[in-house]
């Protein structure tokens, strides 16, 4: 009978939600939110309050665990139906609080895309995962076949369709996160940090979605630390601060203050040279082939040298890194390497230790207490050295991984998109504590970030094809054919490199 009561109430609640909603405007109110996870003294969000009318594009931004993807798990009812922990105040959706909607109300209403896109998927083959939400709301077939194609078409998943997930590169993996966010046709769409994984090209793709989606009357709340993609899209910026709202801008007045931000216009910036005197080779490839994706790879790299690898998702760059560390063997060619440190783009897949300063310690070499409290200051993390690894933001275990490099005594280091999750401080410490290891070793550096490879590289390598396409030394008479990769990765008619 219980159980009986029980289910009437549940679609007594759903008949009653779909009839609010229908055909009205989709409005959020954060009224003096705050929460303090399980386990945790301080609070994450501490009396969070602003709104976000329906068809507004807003920006979440702030220092990399400020709490802006606590700010999304509140949202999308991730907390507090998963995550546990003390919240007060409310969220208001079209005037009724959340707190009242059941978890699977609000997915049918709020689509979102996490900072991992692993950390969503639930099956292991791409159609299987586009299928998944649908197929637990009883979506007809016919129409899930649609929705389905369409969703393909859209973000570009037909060459990746049937895969295994695991099988496809990061890039893929956020697209087919994209495509099954909007999978059940969302009214409210989330974004944390979307940009972190994507290639330039398929950045641009997504701030042209969400200009689309804008104009279908979509509201929309992207946690970003890069923003050129959103340039002339915003219509404010909320400015977290340790979990407060310090602030709340048009893009206009955003652009004018004094936060200290990533670019709106990429390639408009002039950056100072970085010298360019290597040493002994550490690294040399003589014509390393790989199944298909790679093709008679050939280069060598010396001390010195921080060599930025760019390329389009899929374009082999990740697959390189792991013939070169020994992840994966070469099905032909010559390779002479030291042992070599890899930093992978997902920091879950490295972290071991039950602390982030006994993360530092698992090294095949003595480290010292006072090395590893080094290491951590330096990339702002010695407050956080008793915390475990799992429980820091998707930026801190990025810089975690980063400390850890500085710790080894590798001559061949790899990073992975080492500023994925990063944000305009970080970015820069980071790219100093490069080119301090650059003195003693050869770093390649995977990355699609052009602020933080001007910055950070004196040499580039262009994949495309599995081939090198492109390889030179930045001067002053090269450093334009950078951005004409980039364009070129986008499909616009600039001078090939």
């Known amino acids: 009978m219980e159980k009986k009561r029980q289910f009437l109430a549940d679609q007594l609640s759903t008949w009653f939600y779909y009839h609010y909603f229908m055909g009205r405007p989709f409005m959020i109110k954060f009224n003096n939110l705050s929460f303090i996870y399980e386990g ?4 994450c969000l501490k009396n969070v309050n602003f709104t976000i009318e329906q068809g507004e594009v807003v920006l979440l931004t702030g220092l990399s665990g400020s709490g802006k993807s606590t700010v999304l798990k509140c949202l999308n009812g991730l907390i507090p139906h998963l995550y546990e922990g003390k919240l007060s105040g409310t969220i208001l959706l079209n005037g009724l609080p959340m707190a009242d909607l059941s978890a699977g109300d609000i997915n049918q209403t709020i689509g979102c895309v996490f900072q991992n896109p692993r950390s969503q998927f639930f099956t292991t083959s791409t159609l299987s995962e ?9 979506i007809p077939y016919e129409e899930m076949q649609k929705q389905i194609a369409s969703l393909s078409e859209r973000f570009h998943l ?4 049937d895969r295994d997930i695991f099988q496809i590169s990061s890039g893929e993996r956020q697209r087919l996160s ?4 909007f999978s059940l046709n969302p009214k409210i769409l989330l974004f944390d940090e979307p940009s972190s994984n994507l290639d330039y090209a398929m950045t641009m793709q997504i701030g042209e979605y969400i200009r ?21 899209l915003l219509d404010k910026v909320i400015v977290l601060e340790s979990g407060t709202v310090s602030g709340i801008y048009t893009e206009t007045e955003f652009k004018n203050s004094d936060y200290p931000l990533r670019q709106f216009t990429l390639f408009d910036t002039d950056y100072p040279l970085l010298s360019y005197d290597p040493e002994e080779t550490y690294l040399e490839l003589k014509n390393i082939s790989y199944q298909t994706i790679l093709k008679n790879i050939s280069f060598s790299a010396r001390k010195r040298e921080v060599i930025a690898i760019l390329g389009k998702n899929g374009a082999g760059k990740t697959t390189l890194a792991k013939v070169i560390c020994g992840m994966e063997p070469s099905t032909s060619g010559q390779l002479n390497t030291p042992p070599v440190m890899f930093i992978m783009q997902d920091s879950d897949y490295q972290l071991f230790g039950t602390s982030a300063e006994n993360e530092l310690s698992i090294c095949p070499h003595p480290v010292s207490r006072e090395q590893i409290h080094q290491a951590l200051d330096r990339v702002g993390l010695l407050p956080l050295r008793h915390r475990h690894p799992f429980n820091l933001s998707g930026g801190e275990k990025q810089r975690l991984q980063i400390a850890a490099a500085t710790v080894s005594q590798n001559k061949v280091i790899i990073f992975d998109e080492p500023t994925s999750g990063l944000d305009y401080y970080s970015m820069h410490a980071v790219s100093d504590l490069i080119s301090e290891l650059a003195d003693r070793c050869c770093l390649l550096i995977i ?21 090198i396409q492109a390889d030179f030394v930045l001067t002053a008479e090269t450093t334009s054919q950078v ?5 070129q990765m986008k499909g616009e008619n600039h001078e090939n490199p």
């Open 40 to 43: 945790y003294e301080t609070e």
């Open 130 to 138: 586009l299928a998944f939400a649908m197929e637990n709301y009883g």
């Open 158 to 161: 037909q060459p990746i369709l």
């Open 178 to 181: 994209l495509a099954c966010s």
């Open 212 to 232: 689309n989606f804008k104009e279908q009357g979509y509201s929309i709340l992207v946690a970003d630390h890069r923003y050129f993609y959103l340039n002339n």
């Open 447 to 467: 990355s699609h970030d052009y602020e933080f490879i001007r910055k950070t590289a004196n040499r580039i390598i262009y994949l495309a094809d599995g081939q």
């Open 483 to 487: 951005a004409a990769i980039f364009h």
